[in-house]
C-alpha cells in the first residue's frame, strides 16, 4: 500500500466486516486493473483515501474541508463539494466531491443497473459507493471537479436517472416498499413517491422549499423508512375503520398452532404463546381483551401502533378504509436528540392524480424568508400552531367521539 495505516488496520481485527478491507481490496484491484479501466481520475484515489484517514486518526481532527457549492450546469444540488486540506500529500483526493444519485421506487434495482453505475463510477470515480445514505439517495464517493459534467450527462441519457437533492435543496423522496412486497400497505407508496418526484423535481435542485426539506413514504404505522422520525413531511399509511379479526386464527395462536410474529422469533424456544403478557398487556391505550374465547378491540381507542398485528398477521389486519396522515417537523440533531413529526392532517385518501395532497404540500408549506432553517426549528420556536386547527378536522376525520378526543388530546 501507498501509505502506512496502523490505526485503520485495528479495524480490522474485530469479528466484524471492516470497511477498511472492502477499501483495500478495492485500492489493489486499481492498482493491477486487470480489466483495462480507463481511469478518468487518479487510480490510487483510494489508497490516498487511506492514507487521509490514517492523518486524521493520528491528529484526531478531519482533513477534509466543505468545497462549497460545487455542480452540474443547472442544478443547485445534488453534488457535495469536498476537498482535502492536504493535497499535496494526498493527489489522489485533492478533490473528492460526492454525488447523491435518485434512488429508484422502493429502492428496486436490477442486476443491468447496477453493473452500469458501478462501471460508471468505477471509472470516473473512486469506485465507491453507498447504498444508501439517510435521506434515501445513492452515494456516488469521491470525483474530481472536471468530472462532474461527464458523469451527468451519463447518469442522465445512458441511465435514465436524475441527481437527488443535497444543499438547502428539497432532498429526493424516499419509499418502502409498499404495495409490491407488504400486506399492511395501506396506500401505493412507490406511486405516490414517483407521482411527487416528478411534481416537484425542479425544487430537488433550486431552493424554494424551507432548508433541506424531505419527503418520506411510510405505507403502514410500521415506519420502515422512519418517515416520523426523518422527514419534514411523512406520509403514513392508516385505516379509518376496524382492525380486522379472524377469531379462529386467534385461537390458533392461543392454542400453539401458529407462530406469533409469523415465526420470526423461531430460532429460540420462548415457551408457549401468552395472548395476555405478549398482545393485550403491550397495547398503549389498553384497547384490547381476551375473555378465553374471543378477542375484543375498542377501535376508538386504538393508535395504529400495529403491534397486535405484526404478533399475530395471520388473526388481525388493518382495515379496508384505506389513506394516510400527514405529519410534520421530524429532525435528528445530535445535541438536543430526536424530534419526531408532529400530526398535520389525520386522513387523507390517497388517489390519483393526489390533488388533495398536493393542495396540503402547497398550502402548508411554510415559504417563509428565514434561510437555512428547518421546518421542525420553525415549529420549535413558533409553538405548534397547527395543532389547535386539526383538532375539529381530527374529529371529523377519524370519526372519533368528542369525548374520547378530549382524552386523547
Known amino acids: 500500500m501507498k501509505h502506512k495505516t496502523p490505526l485503520l488496520d485495528q479495524l480490522e481485527s474485530g469479528p466484524w466486516p471492516s470497511f477498511v478491507s472492502d477499501l483495500k481490496r478495492e485500492a489493489e484491484s486499481r492498482a493491477k486493473n486487470e480489466r483495462g479501466i480507463d481511469y478518468q481520475i487518479p487510480a490510487d484515489v483510494v489508497e490516498d483515501i487511506l492514507g487521509v484517514m490514517e492523518l486524521t486518526y493520528v491528529h484526531k481532527r478531519t482533513h477534509w474541508k466543505h468545497g462549497g457549492i460545487v455542480g452540474v450546469f443547472g442544478y443547485g444540488g445534488g453534488v457535495i463539494g469536498r476537498y482535502c486540506d492536504q493535497p499535496e500529500m494526498f493527489p489522489g483526493v485533492a478533490h473528492f466531491h460526492t454525488l447523491r444519485v435518485n434512488q429508484p421506487g422502493g429502492k428496486y434495482y436490477t442486476t443491468e443497473y447496477l453493473e452500469k453505475i458501478c462501471d460508471l463510477w468505477e471509472r470516473r470515480g473512486s469506485g465507491i459507493t453507498n447504498m444508501h445514505g439517510s435521506t434515501g439517495d445513492i452515494i456516488l464517493l469521491g470525483t474530481h471537479t472536471p468530472q462532474l459534467e461527464e458523469i451527468f450527462w451519463e447518469l442522465t441519457h445512458n441511465l435514465g436517472q436524475d441527481l437527488g437533492g443535497s444543499g438547502s435543496n428539497l432532498r429526493t423522496p424516499s419509499d418502502c416498499l409498499g404495495m409490491s412486497r407488504c400486506e399492511y400497505a395501506c396506500y401505493d407508496t412507490q406511486a405516490l413517491c414517483y407521482d411527487l418526484t416528478m411534481e416537484y423535481q425542479d425544487y430537488l435542485h433550486r431552493p424554494a422549499f424551507p432548508y433541506k426539506f424531505k419527503f418520506k413514504f411510510d405505507g403502514c404505522p410500521n415506519c420502515c423508512v422512519a418517515s416520523i422520525a426523518r422527514a419534514d413531511m ?60 374471543k378477542l375484543t378491540i375498542d377501535n376508538g381507542e386504538c393508535t395504529r401502533c400495529m403491534h397486535c398485528i405484526n404478533v399475530m398477521p395471520r388473526a388481525l389486519k388493518v382495515g379496508n378504509d384505506r389513506g394516510l396522515s400527514i405529519l410534520v417537523g421530524a429532525k435528528a440533531p445530535i445535541l438536543d436528540g430526536a424530534q419526531m413529526s408532529s400530526l398535520l392532517v389525520p386522513f387523507v385518501k390517497v388517489e390519483p392524480p393526489y390533488t388533495e395532497i398536493k393542495e396540503i404540500i402547497e398550502k402548508e408549506d411554510p415559504h417563509h424568508p428565514i434561510n437555512d432553517e428547518e421546518i421542525s426549528e420553525l415549529l420549535r420556536k413558533e409553538g405548534f400552531i397547527v395543532a389547535r386547527r386539526t383538532v375539529a378536522k381530527y374529529r371529523e376525520q377519524m370519526k372519533i367521539p368528542v369525548a374520547r378526543l378530549r382524552r386523547k388530546i
Not at 253 to 275: C, Q, T
Open 234 to 293: 411523512s406520509f403514513i399509511g392508516t385505516w379509518r375503520d376496524e382492525i380486522r379479526i379472524d377469531q379462529k386464527a386467534v385461537a390458533a395462536y392461543v392454542g400453539g398452532e401458529l407462530k406469533p410474529n409469523a415465526g420470526a422469533h423461531s430460532g429460540r424456544d420462548w415457551g408457549p404463546f401468552d395472548i395476555q403478557k405478549e398482545v393485550i398487556d403491550l397495547c398503549p391505550t389498553r384497547c384490547m381483551s381476551w375473555d378465553g374465547k
